[in-house]
């Protein structure tokens, strides 16, 4: 076989054993019963900050050694740019400048991981700064009324 050349067994292979290892999910019926997927990590480095409560993270998973990024939320509060703020922000990425010099790039600390629909929601601190209050108390985001945990109950 010359360098340019491959044999078609050699892409065929990774093929055949992922569909052995799909034949579980054919038993898979009851979703409600499936648990939602939280990633059991402590500690991220951010990476990106979109908005005032979504930030990308990046970190190892418990199940290998790979580094994963990934979005998460900051729990219980939303955006000062939504129509239900009362202090309404001149610049709709004023959170975000203020964040980014705060904690991108840095090391943080994730508490209360929850997922809700599919979205990761968090606490974050950075050493002791708890970043979620940290934007309310600076008035770059308001309080959430956190309805649907008892819509879900």
Known sequence: MTENTFDINDTLLPTIRDLD?????ENINNYDMI??????IKYAK????????????AAKLQFNDSI????????????CTSFRCQVRSHNDRKAQKQLTPLICNKIVELKNIENYRGKLYVDIYYNTIHINQWLVDNKLAIPYERRWQLEDK
Do not use: A
């Open 21 to 25: 290892d799909m034949s579980y999910l």
């Open 35 to 40: 648990p939602e997927f939280i990633p059991q």
């Open 46 to 57: 951010v990476t990106n900050i979109y908005d005032e409560y979504v930030i990308e993270v």
């Open 68 to 79: 994963y990024k990934f979005l998460v939320r900051l729990k219980e509060i939303e955006s």
